[in-house]
């Protein structure tokens, strides 16, 4: 049986925050982290929150793979675009400050884009869009991996690209505003890692083995028995369209901006045992769209309203089911929920981080079965 704690929003941030900093990053990025950390749980999305919070982030600043006072630097520059370096410090950081300074170039311009090289995971890519949103703005954002490879193109046998996720957000009025978060590959291999950790089997199409014939156990992943797919699946399924996403990733946030990509000949040199395993210099890609510089944004809202109440208002197949859009379904479980399910195996790793640390543990407000 699977066992959760809940915990109130505000103890997971305080939380965060204190881990952020006792790893020696300042009380201002660490609050900033914290707040797109806590965004993935509070949208839904736990395979990008807290569950990362010791895996990635903690091992890499305690292991000098991630700066904690990395500062920032613009690289190139015009009124529209510009190049930043993050110096091998939090992407949860430098994501932000790249999607704020699009947003300052968009209300000059029109259009801002940033593209980032040097950094490191950065979450869940659709806190990055809400900035632009609460800006009033389109926005675009999108991260791949460094050169770490997970998943395998079309009709290959080596691991070339990673899961190389895309954002992107559209302002409504009085509906919740469109956010699509997608990865390139059929799942993130943050849900593979939720069903080992709770010793559940997982949907066949997510892993393949070697001959392309369906996985159902997590664990393959791990052993490597088995391997995630591209979103789509087989080329017989669409998987073209999530290899060519991905691949498209990799140019804006690789070869655009000068960071390390997936395909690279070291990943065919038998010899590199490291090869596609290590995500340093991973890239980034920020684009805003300031839509008062297209129309007003009070008809754009409106136009918007009227499409996304036309999916709302769409016949259902069955009474029990009901159409939604992207966005829709992470809004109502922000509005419905001030608390937030922790898994009980990843609570009790984070009291044991925290007791490493010497901060104060997380406190939960129930426990559920």
């Not at 939380?15 to 990025?29: P, R, T």
């Not at 390390?260 to 769209?289: E, I, Q, R, T, W």
């Amino acid at each position: 049986m699977s066992h959760e704690v809940r915990v109130e929003r505000k103890e997971l941030r305080r939380f965060i925050e204190h881990v952020f900093a006792a790893c020696g990053v300042s009380e201002e990025h660490s609050r900033t982290a914290a707040d797109v950390l806590c965004y993935a749980d509070e949208a839904g999305f736990d395979t990008h929150g807290v569950a990362n919070l010791e895996r990635i982030y903690v091992t890499k600043l305690q292991g000098g793979r991630i700066n904690p006072t990395a500062e920032f630097m613009i690289v190139s520059e015009t009124p529209g675009i510009a190049v930043m370096d993050a110096g091998q410090g939090l992407g949860l950081v430098a994501g932000v400050h790249a999607m704020n300074l699009a947003i300052a170039k968009a209300r000059q311009v029109g259009v801002g884009c940033v593209a980032v090289r040097n950094s490191s995971h950065f979450g869940g890519a659709g806190y990055y869009v809400k900035q632009a949103l609460e800006a009033g703005m389109i926005g675009i954002a999108m991260s791949n991996l460094g050169a770490q490879t997970i998943a395998r193109p079309l009709n290959g046998t080596v691991n070339m690209l990673g899961s190389n996720p895309i954002s992107m957000s559209a302002p409504a009025d009085s509906l919740p505003p469109f956010v699509l978060e997608m990865g390139t590959t059929v799942v993130a291999t943050g849900k593979v890692l939720a069903a080992k950790r709770k010793g559940e089997s997982i949907p066949e199409g997510w892993l393949v083995d070697d001959n392309g014939k369906p996985v159902t156990d997590p664990e393959a992943y791990y052993n490597g028995t088995g391997h995630i797919q591209m979103l789509g699946g087989s080329l017989e399924t669409g998987g073209a369209k999530g290899y060519g996403l991905a691949v498209m990733v990799d140019i804006l946030c690789g070869a655009l901006s000068g960071a390390k990509m997936g395909p690279d000949p070291s990943l065919l040199d038998p010899n590199n045992a490291n090869a596609g395993k290590v995500d340093d210099d991973v890239g980034h890609f920020f684009l805003a769209l300031d839509v008062a510089a297209f129309r007003p944004l009070k008809e754009f809202q409106s136009s918007m309203d009227t499409m996304l109440q036309a999916l709302l208002s769409c016949p259902t197949s069955s009474p029990e089911k009901k159409v939604v859009y992207a966005g829709y379904p992470e809004a109502m479980h922000q509005k419905n929920s001030n608390s937030i399910a922790i898994h009980q195996q990843l609570f009790e790793s984070l009291e044991e981080l925290a007791s490493r640390l010497n901060i104060p543990s997380l406190a939960y407000s129930m426990s559920i079965s």
